[in-house]
């Protein structure tokens, strides 16, 4: 039987989303950068190109340069000379005459077609085009001036964050120079008596700090710059010394463990004395005790202790509040998918479950879903071989196979 105590005032995670970033205002702060160091910043300013891509008509293959008006005449063509790719043809083109090209070569002044060497034919300088008159259309083969892009274009818009198929776009029209904001710093460090370092032998009752290198990659992967603070001890005054410390260094402070309600889960009452909370405790599932709130001089995220917690509120809650404080306009949430249930999904009503579930597609097209199994909130394998969050409405109960969910694929920050 559900208690219904249990979840009176927790407040639904799309109130929170909205109250999180409500509060947030992105960062001001600006740099130029080489292009080569961009990668992963957001642009302070649109991208506009300075030149034409290509900046010259060029042929798309290679082939034979030629003016339909001479093959009206003959389809047997003398050569008058070559054109590749950075050494364009030069001389005197004669009536009569075709060019050969190279797939990048500009395209010599008269040239209205391109036909491609397979169609043709060489007999000791005497090109032979192996096709009908009609085959050849203007332009064929031809790639115009700005055909990519026009001197002008605007072909990133501020508060796009580059990616790597962002660069050679921007290389291709000569600019070195990026415009960005300046990446968000998150200091972050998890709590507990119980936690040790990677290398060392466990003793009684401790067990890995597994959270923290979780927690370093998706910050490094939301495009910030992550200061790690290391583990540490269920000690108020060393807790607050770090919280002082954090504040002092970074944008954003991130904590796992101690928001919860133990004997030793200080962290919520250090943060009720320096800074304040914004909320605390959500109708989600893992992840119920999740805390935000503002230091002096940064924000705050309290995740809870469990790995698969600490992961699912960093991705669905603190990811799009580093995204806006980077300036990242163009972010966007997970996409919500439709897909039948495959298995059972076990779920009592009163918090939005984000179950772990690895998703297919069948052959009529349709997406399926399967529980990954074990959905407990220590369960970090399930994480590992899950695909997508199987996002259980917060009212909703148990789920039999054959009934229709919502999925979220993971996006790239999970790959």
């Known amino acids: 039987m559900m208690d219904c105590c249990a979840t009176q005032g ?3 995670v799309e109130t929170a989303l909205d109250t999180l970033l409500s509060q947030v205002s992105p960062i001001s702060n600006t740099t130029i950068l080489p292009l080569a160091d961009a990668i992963g910043f957001v642009l302070a ?14 042929s798309a293959m290679d082939g034979y340069a030629v003016r339909i008006s001479d093959l009206e005449q003959s389809l047997t063509l003398s050569l008058a000379g070559k054109s ?6 030069d ?13 990048g070569a500009k395209i010599p002044e008269g040239c209205d077609a391109v036909i491609m060497q397979e169609l043709t034919s060489d007999s000791e300088g005497n090109i032979t085009f192996d096709l009908s008159l009609a085959d050849v259309k203007p332009q064929t083969n031809i ?11 605007t072909v990133l818009e501020k508060g796009h964050r ?14 070195n120079d990026i415009p960005v904001v300046a990446k968000p710093k998150v200091a972050f460090f998890s709590t507990g008596d119980e936690l040790k370092p990677l290398g060392q032998p466990l003793e009684d009752g401790q067990i890995y700090d597994s959270n923290r290198y979780g927690i370093k990659v998706l910050i490094e992967r939301f495009g910030c710059e992550a200061i790690d603070l290391g583990i540490i001890p269920d000690c108020p005054e060393t807790l607050k010394e770090v919280f002082l410390k954090a504040d002092k260094e970074a944008d954003v ?3 796992s463990g101690g928001v919860s309600v133990g004997e030793a889960d200080y962290t919520k009452d250090i943060l009720d004395e320096l800074g304040q909370i914004g909320f605390w405790k959500l109708a989600i599932k893992p992840g119920k005790p999740f805390a935000f709130g503002n230091l002096p001089n940064s924000y705050f995220c309290g995740l809870p202790g469990n790995p698969v917690s600490a992961m699912l509120t960093m991705y669905v809650l603190v990811q799009p509040m580093l995204a806006k404080l980077a300036g990242h306009s163009k972010w966007e949430a997970p996409k919500s998918i439709p897909a039948v249930a495959t298995t059972l999904f076990k779920k009592r009503p009163g918090r939005t479950d984000y179950q772990r579930g690895i998703y297919s597609i069948n052959a009529l097209g349709q997406f399926e879903v399967a529980t990954t199994g074990n959905q407990g909130s220590g369960a970090f394998s399930s994480m590992s071989v899950a695909n997508c969050f199987v996002v259980l409405e917060r009212e909703r109960g148990r789920v039999e196979a054959g009934e229709m969910v919502t999925i979220e694929l993971f996006n790239s920050s999970l790959y």
Request: hydrophobic share 45%.
């Open 10 to 12: 927790l407040i639904p």
């Open 45 to 58: 300013e649109d991208i506009c190109s300075p030149i034409n891509v290509p900046p010259f008509a060029n």
């Open 84 to 89: 590749f790719a950075g050494i364009p043809f």
């Open 91 to 103: 001389g005197e083109w004669a009536t009569q005459t075709t060019i050969r090209i190279m797939t």
């Open 143 to 153: 790639r115009p001036i700005g055909d990519d892009v026009a001197q002008g274009q």
């Open 162 to 175: 580059l990616t790597p198929r962002d660069i050679p776009l921007i290389a291709s029209l000569g600019i």
């Open 253 to 255: 402070v991130v904590t």
